[in-house]
């Protein structure tokens, strides 16, 4: 998932910014393991890539929208300890290749990162023409998430993620939806979290804003449930780059984070420039041993951060 600005000068138009989904970008070339792999990961002696995580943490995991693969799963266990698992179709993807493989990924030993797809502002502003308010939208798709769950067999008190795709300041109907579906999956067997950008944006002159900021003050404001919150902010620094090495969550502005996204695929140019060494020559970040797999790099206090197992 990344960060983009509608506008050139990357300004919020209606202080809103588009938010792409988990990794989806085309690899044109494939890379080796060693030219981008990080410089200090700890190896095997078979050379696969061990999680360089100390036993309580930070603990690295990933998250892409395609599913990469049973035995590739299997593989990357050796170097991430979780991952993302969809519960919808992801970001402009019609299928959802993530459906059905929890119970095999549990048995490989995976820890969750439990993410369900959001509306854009032109999808709720559409259905709100229709008759849908923007409140009423989100208490659908939070039904549909939390069936999908369900179905899945997540645990209760599982955390799911809402996938905010647009940052800065929400408008008054994105928080509308927002709300609704964290409130909705509160009065569930599930606990609400959101991804949401970290990246500070300019609201007016002289005022900066994150959206995770804008979600905590409208929770308290609103006297709402609390919600787990998945940042996203890869810019260097704070963002280490494309490595192994993960910062603890304390090392990123917002704080209280459950998870956090320091790495994209592919990287922005405009905020990574002192960590693009460390991103592969197409500006893609792979996994270790398996460079075919451009993902985004992810890092928690718990091996299993949607307490998803």
């Not at 369900?116 to 939208?137: M, W, Y």
């Amino acid at each position: 998932m990344k960060t983009m600005p509608k506008t050139v000068l990357g300004l919020v138009a209606a202080s809103v910014i588009a938010f792409s989904g988990c990794s989806r970008a085309k690899s044109t070339q494939s890379f080796s393991a060693e030219s981008n792999q990080p410089a200090a990961s700890a190896q095997s002696t078979s050379g696969s890539t061990k999680v360089a995580s100390a036993p309580d943490g930070p603990f690295v995991g990933f998250d892409r929208n395609d599913y990469p693969g049973d035995d590739t799963m299997a593989s990357m266990h050796k170097t991430f300890s979780f991952t993302v698992y969809w519960l919808t179709n992801p970001p402009d993807e019609t299928s959802n290749t993530w459906a059905g493989k929890r119970a095999l990924l549990r048995g490989q030993g995976w820890g969750f990162l439990v993410l369900a797809n959001g509306k854009l502002d032109a999808e709720i502003l559409k259905a709100q023409k229709a008759g849908t308010s923007p409140a009423a939208l989100g208490k659908q798709d939070a039904a549909n998430a939390v069936a999908a769950a369900r179905s899945e067999g997540f645990p209760r008190q599982t955390i799911l993620f809402l996938d905010q795709e647009e940052g800065g300041r929400l408008l008054d109907e994105q928080a509308g939806y927002l709300l609704a579906w964290t409130e909705a999956v509160a009065g569930s067997n599930y606990r609400p979290g959101v991804y949401a950008s970290g990246q500070r944006v300019q609201d007016d002159p002289g005022v900066w804003i994150d959206t995770i900021e804008d979600i905590r003050a409208r929770i308290k404001k609103g006297n709402l449930h609390d919600v787990a919150i998945f940042d996203a902010l890869d810019q260097c620094p704070p963002s280490p780059g494309c490595t192994l090495h993960a910062k603890p969550l304390s090392a990123a502005p917002d704080l209280n984070l459950t998870v956090w996204q320091y790495s994209q695929s592919p990287r922005r140019p405009e905020i990574t420039q002192s960590c693009g060494a460390t991103y592969a020559a197409d500006g893609n970040c792979y996994a270790p041993g398996t460079p075919a797999v451009f993902l985004d790099m992810d890092t928690a206090d718990s091996a299993d951060p949607s307490h998803g197992r």
